[in-house]
C-alpha cells in the first residue's frame, strides 16, 4: 500500500502567473457551495506594491486518474476576480483565497461536483481521464488538532531546484517532501516543519499523517507552506572593518495554519466527534 491515499498525490495545484512567478496551491470545496483555490499570500501579491505579482495566472491540476500524465488548466483573469470580491487575503497571515467554481449539484453516476465557473475563470486544458481533486473541509484538521512529532508531507512544485538545461526531475509533477511537526507557534497560529522548502513549495499544502488508537492512519491538512526559516552567519574582517553576512535554509519551514484560511471564508467547521 502507499504511504498516502492515491487522490492526495493530485492535492497540489502549480500556479503560474505571467510566465514570470511560480507557485503551489490546492483547492478547498464545499464552503458555502463553493470551491476555492488556497495559497499563500505572497505568491499572489507583491508584499511592497500590495498589488497581484501579474494580470493573469495559469493553474496546472493533476487528474484523480494517478496514472495518467494529462493536466487541466484554467486560466484566471486577476483584475475581473478582484473587482468581484472572489480574492480575499487575510490582514496579518501569508494566506490567500480565490474563488474559483460555485457547486450547483453532485453527480452520482461520476462521484463528481456540478458547477460554474466563476467570470474571470475559464478552461484552457480538459483531460479526457479523471477529475480535479479538492479537498473537503472533513480532510483539515485545525492548529489544536495539530501535534508535535507527527509526521507531516509538503506537496508543492519546488521550480526553484535543479540546474538549467539539466532537468533531473518532471516540473510538471508535483515532489513531495517528508517531515515532521517541529513545533507550535500559539500567537500567530502557525507550524513550525522540520521539513526545508524552497522557491516554489509557497502555497503547497501540509498534510499531518494521524495513527489512531484502533490502528486507523488518516491524512488532514493542517496548513499552508509560506517560508523557511533562515540561518544567518556573520564574518567580521577585522583588518579592514568589512562585515559579510551568510544566510542559508535552516532545513525549518513555517506554515500557516488552516485556521486563517477559514477565518477569511468566514467558515466555522463543525466540531469532530
Request: with cysteine.
Amino acid at each position: 500500500m502507499r504511504n498516502i491515499p492515491d487522490n492526495n498525490l493530485a492535492y497540489p495545484v502549480f500556479i503560474n502567473i505571467d510566465n514570470k512567478y511560480t507557485g503551489s496551491g490546492f483547492f478547498l470545496n464545499q464552503i458555502n457551495n463553493k470551491i476555492y483555490l488556497i495559497t499563500a499570500k505572497h505568491v499572489i501579491f507583491d508584499n511592497k506594491t500590495i498589488k497581484t505579482k501579474g494580470k493573469i495566472a495559469t493553474i496546472s491540476c493533476q487528474s484523480s486518474d494517478i496514472n495518467s500524465d494529462e493536466l487541466k488548466q484554467y486560466r484566471l483573469d486577476f483584475e475581473t476576480l478582484a473587482k468581484n470580491g472572489k480574492i480575499i487575503v487575510h490582514p496579518t497571515s501569508d494566506v490567500a483565497t480565490i474563488e474559483i467554481f460555485e457547486i450547483t449539484q453532485f453527480n452520482v453516476e461520476t462521484n463528481s461536483h456540478m458547477f460554474n465557473l466563476n467570470d474571470g475563470v475559464t478552461i484552457v486544458r480538459e483531460t479526457s481521464t479523471g477529475n480535479t481533486v479538492s479537498v473537503n473541509p472533513n480532510a483539515v484538521a485545525l492548529f489544536n488538532e495539530v501535534l508535535i512529532s507527527n509526521d507531516i508531507i509538503l506537496y508543492g512544485y519546488p521550480s526553484s531546484l535543479g540546474l538549467q538545461g539539466r532537468p533531473q526531475f518532471n516540473y510538471s509533477k508535483p515532489l513531495l517532501r517528508k517531515g515532521i511537526v517541529a513545533g507550535l507557534n500559539k500567537p500567530t497560529k502557525t507550524i513550525v516543519l522540520d521539513c526545508p522548502s524552497y522557491f516554489g513549495n509557497s502555497g503547497g499544502p501540509i498534510v499531518q499523517i494521524e495513527n489512531h488508537l484502533d490502528g486507523r492512519r488518516t491524512h488532514m491538512i493542517i496548513g499552508v507552506m509560506s517560508e523557511f526559516i533562515p540561518f544567518e552567519e556573520q564574518w567580521i574582517n577585522t583588518k579592514s572593518g568589512l562585515l559579510n553576512t551568510h544566510v542559508s535554509n535552516s532545513g525549518y519551514s513555517i506554515a500557516v495554519s488552516m485556521d486563517k484560511v477559514f477565518e477569511i471564508l468566514k467558515y466555522t467547521p463543525p466540531k469532530k466527534e
